[in-house]
């Protein structure tokens, strides 16, 4: 079946920090990959996608590069800023509907 | 485009009370999801709908659970009686084919 596993937070790092934040994804097709965040309070927003296998995706600062060997899409961010705190969740969409997501992992940036 | 429209944002209500959550998807949007967000469990699929039918409801918990869209524009997540393990947020987010998800800003349902 179809999975999507991220690393646990809460995830600190101090402001200008490298982040990563793994996710690994179990899937029986090809399928699309997503980063979404969620700030507080709000429902999640689009931060990038992958549709195929070593296309990067990159939007704010953030990227991700669909792996397939490796079946990961690892998020990373060369200096993260306070505003970057929030909930970040791995997805993917293999059929042209169903999304599944990881189960998020919090950032908290201090100053 | 105004985005998914989620009413109410907060819903407060007492255990065996009805209730009825709503989302407008985005216009043009075919397909629709609804979700539910707690801590324990993450974020959940309840249903989704393609082209207002429902296809895939298995991530519904139980029959006190429903969900309709008799329009493309329309869609209601009725709980019915609730339960105090009902709170959570619950998410509408649409898509327009391959597109990516958009989602709503969440209805915060607390049963007490």
Known sequence: GNSVTQMEGPVTLSEEAFLTINCTYTATGYPSLFWYVQYPGEGLQLLLKATKADDKGSNKGFEATYRKETTSFHLEKGSVQVSDSAVYFCALRENFNKFYFGSGTKLNVKP | ?112
């Open chain 2, 1 to 112: 485009d105004a985005g998914v429209i989620q009413s109410p944002r907060h819903e407060v209500t007492e255990m065996g009370q009805e209730v009825t959550l709503r989302c407008k998807p985005i216009s043009g949007h075919n397909s629709l999801f609804w979700y539910r967000q707690t801590m324990m469990r993450g974020l959940e699929l309840l249903i989704y709908f393609n082209n207002n039918v429902p296809i895939d409801d298995s991530g519904m918990p139980e029959d006190r659970f429903s969900a309709k869209m008799p329009n493309a524009s329309f869609s209601t997540l009725k709980i019915q009686p609730s339960e105090p393990r009902d709170s959570a947020v619950y998410f509408c987010a649409s898509r327009f084919r391959v597109t990516e998800a958009f989602f709503g800003q969440g209805t915060r349902l607390t049963v007490v």
